[in-house]
């Protein structure tokens, strides 16, 4: 039987982690002009996002999201343009989603899509971690063991008068997070995962993403839709 194909045929992405030549050091700058990633981000690739919903009201800011991993962590940063840098909240386990932030959710076995794990970080580099459930409960008593974090501002925070040039952010995350669901990747592992990013203030916000969940209002969980990241040597 033929089957048309809707919009949710689409394709999700597919990015491959490749190694890093040696330990990140995790100041939440990139290196080079940012948009480079010259320096401990030059091998890898780049995730550009897109902005799924043309009825959202805030500026489209590119945002460039690139992955490493070693024996040690999964490192993860983020190269944002923004001309009004924002942020209020400051302590663990704060909804850091509501200000300028970026995310990063992780299904270590993308065979189920009951439960993946969540990172939400804002621009003053304070961490929002979760255990997620049904895409729906947010179990944010998990905390994640030894991430390093650090975030990198081209402007002035909380100051609305003045044109700002963008922010960066770094995370090196631990393996041993996730052991109680898969075992550390070797060569050919493949996980799933989404990157997203929160935007603006409001009435005008913007979420914009890696892979689109296709979602009608902005909304990130849909681990079936999240991308593979494929860890090569
Ligand atoms: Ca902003
Ligand atoms: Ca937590």
Known sequence: MLVSCSALCAQTPRYEVKRAAKPIVVDGKIGGDGKTGAGEWAAAGKIDFGFPWDFQTGAKQRTTARLLWDDEFLYVSYDCDDTDITAQFTQRDDPTYRDDAVEIFINPVPSQIAVYYGLEMNVRAVLYDYFAVNAKHFLKRFQFDGVQLAADIRGT?????????????????????????????????????????????????????????????????????????????
């Open 157 to 233: 925070l909380n100051m609305s008068g003045d044109k700002d040039d963008g922010w960066s952010l770094e995370v090196a995350i631990p393996w041993r997070n996730f052991e109680e669901r898969a075992a550390r990747p070797t060569p050919g592992t493949v996980w799933t995962a989404n990157l997203n990013r929160w935007d603006g203030t409001e009435p005008n916000r913007r979420l914009s993403m890696w892979t689109d969940p296709r979602e009608p209002k902005p909304w990130p969980h849909k681990p079936e839709r999240f991308g593979e990241l494929v860890f090569v040597k």
